[in-house]
């Protein structure tokens, strides 16, 4: 934990000061009288004030807003649990995902917070640039680039792996052999989904074919929309939303179409909102958050990347909607989770 200094009020020695500033001064004018008893006690010292450790700050920097319904909510939903659990105090800096923005961002809470936290592949390049710049502060980068700096530290979210079941499930639901991937913006979470689902698909029939789109931002309801319905147009009868609130176009172009097209989301289930949407790739944020602020309280932040899959649910899993969560395909799901962590079941390469 970063510790402030301890305060301690200064000691007041004001008989002593009061005598150097008087005695032995021969133009002084005064007598000396040397039957007057010299004083033989000094002021006593005031009690020592009690340290005072001030809370540990953390910063979190957002690629989009805190309330996106996806990534960036996980993970502010994650620091507001670390705020309660450790008397944190926090500071927030969304939608600062843009290029020109990511350094800043970074550069603005360091000055600030004791640990700072980049959420995403936007901020990769500005953590290699601002923690070299704050060498006292901590730095954890999600998804970032690892380099020699020892307070710089790196977190891979392997976001494709759950999509590996999806594809699998996707496989059995399609009538048309044909699924779609709509993505947000192209980094390395999206294309790895992209190559995991479609992976998945294609392990249980090679015919299958993926077509896949990348809009240009997470919440682009209309490019999401337009994506969906240009898919759907093609003959995909499944598709794979790797969106936040872009969920909603691809929803609207689901239900516009009225054909029979199923869709898998990420990050939370959102099963209510459409009884087509079959299931999630899950991300929740709380436990990162938690594992990389009681890693920093205990002073052990890893030197090395530390890579997050599916081996524990509460970071990431692929969950079924219960419309469809028939005792055959949870058994399903859960072989191909198993299979994942014990290497029986390939991914895809880079996944």
């Known amino acids: 934990m970063s510790i402030r200094a301890l305060r301690f009020l200064p000691l007041l020695l004001v008989f002593a000061l009061f005598a150097a500033s008087c005695g032995d001064d021969a133009d002084s004018g005064s007598v000396d009288d040397t039957s007057a008893p010299a004083p033989t006690t000094a002021a006593p010292e005031p009690p020592a004030e009690e340290p005072v450790e001030e809370p540990t700050t953390v910063g979190l920097a957002l690629p989009t807003a805190r309330n996106d319904g996806g990534f960036s909510q996980s993970y ?79 977190y891979i979210v392997r976001q494709g792996v759950p999509a590996y079941p999806a594809g699998v499930i996707a496989a059995g639901l399609t009538q048309t052999n044909k699924v779609g991937f709509i993505g947000g913006l192209e980094i390395p979470p999206t294309t790895q989904s992209a190559d995991a689902f479609s992976g998945g698909a294609t392990s249980v029939n090679p015919d299958i074919e993926t077509v896949s789109t990348v809009v240009g931002d997470f919440e682009d309801v209309a490019g999401a929309k337009e994506a969906a319905a240009a898919q759907i147009a093609s003959g995909a009868d499944v598709l794979f939303a790797f969106v ?47 594992t990389m602020v009681s890693a920093f309280l205990s002073g052990s932040m890893p030197a090395d990347l530390t890579l997050w899959g599916v081996e524990d649910p509460n970071i990431q899993s692929f969950v079924l909607c219960p419309d469809y969560a028939s005792a055959d395909l949870e058994a399903q799901v859960a072989d191909l989770l198993a299979g994942i962590n014990d290497g029986s079941i390939v991914l895809p390469p880079g996944v």
């Open 76 to 154: 502010y939903d994650g620091l507001l649990a670390a705020e309660a659990a450790y008397g944190l105090t926090i500071a927030v800096q969304d939608n600062a995902g843009d290029p020109e923005q990511t350094v800043d961002a970074l550069r603005n809470l360091a000055a600030t917070n004791d640990l700072v936290i980049g959420v995403g592949a936007q901020f990769a390049e500005a953590g290699t640039i601002v923690a070299p710049e704050f060498p006292d502060v901590k730095f954890a980068i999600v998804n970032g680039q690892a380099t020699d700096d020892p307070n710089l530290h790196i």
């Open 244 to 290: 936040n609130s872009g969920l909603e176009g691809v929803l609207q172009a689901v239900d516009e179409s009225g054909e029979d097209v199923k869709i898998f989301s990420v990050i939370f289930p959102q099963c209510g909102r459409s009884t087509q949407l079959v299931g999630t790739a899950t991300l929740s944020s709380l436990a990162q958050v938690d």
